[in-house]
């Protein structure tokens, strides 16, 4: 149970009911631990992760990264330092289509890459879509990072980022719950989109790439 957030705990321990009841601390520093894996309130990633560097454990971290580009770079250079195996939950990494795809694209079977559309959105509740404003970015923060993710390891690191990220206004939130970007490269643009007020929007994500061939 992290300090801070026993509230939150407890309104959750039936999950927990039958799970040792343990500190972050007493977790890093228990017996023969050689991994952990880390799922907390986005933000604190980082923050946990770093600890357990520290302690020379190897590490699964949800993703994104982290707010800062600092911490981040701090905790990637503990895991190269202490020769640690690191790893950061996108969920399509894995998937078997999306391994297909790599493979046929690394094969050169889809010619040049000019183009990547991503969208993954979904139909989040108003309370959901309002803790969306704790985050630069909101939506595409929270899920359109795993579509940018995969641009990014499709494409490479673009020329220019254009951000078109705004609040659709409805039911008095402010965050960014419309989540959009266009990703511009030196022989094409690559869009990201999510969204957490598309209704049937969990139906229709989808990935579509495009070659010369």
């Known amino acids: 149970v992290v300090e801070g957030d026993e509230e939150f705990y407890e309104t959750r321990k039936s999950v927990y009911e039958d799970v040792l009841k343990m500190t972050v601390d007493e977790i890093l520093n228990y017996r023969d631990l050689d991994a952990v894996c880390i799922e907390t309130e986005d933000r604190r990633l980082t923050e ?6 520290e302690k020379g454990l190897h590490i699964q971290m949800d993703k994104p990264g982290s707010e800062s580009d600092e911490d981040f770079d701090r905790l990637i250079d503990l895991v190269k ?3 640690l195996i690191f790893h950061v939950g996108y969920m399509y990494r ?4 999306i391994l297909k795809l790599k493979k046929d694209i690394k094969e050169g079977k889809l010619g040049e890459i000019f183009s990547v559309e ?6 989040h509740s108003v309370e959901k879509r309002k803790w969306l404003g704790n985050y630069p970015g909101g939506m595409l923060y929270f899920l359109g990072c795993h579509l940018i993710d995969l641009v990014y390891s499709i494409c490479g690191e673009p020329e220019e980022v254009i951000p078109l990220s705004q609040p659709v206004g409805t039911d008095s939130v402010t965050a960014d719950d419309f989540g959009m970007a266009i990703l511009r490269y030196k022989n094409g643009v690559s869009s990201v989109k999510s969204t957490a007020v598309e209704v049937g929007g969990f139906d229709r994500r989808h990935l579509i790439v495009c070659g010369t061939k």
Do not use: G, V
């Not at 946990?48 to 560097?53: G, M, S, W």
């Open 48 to 53: 946990f992760a770093i600890k357990a560097a």
């Open 81 to 83: 330092e202490k020769n």
């Open 94 to 97: 894995y998937n078997p289509e």
């Open 118 to 123: 991503a969208q993954m959105s979904c139909t």
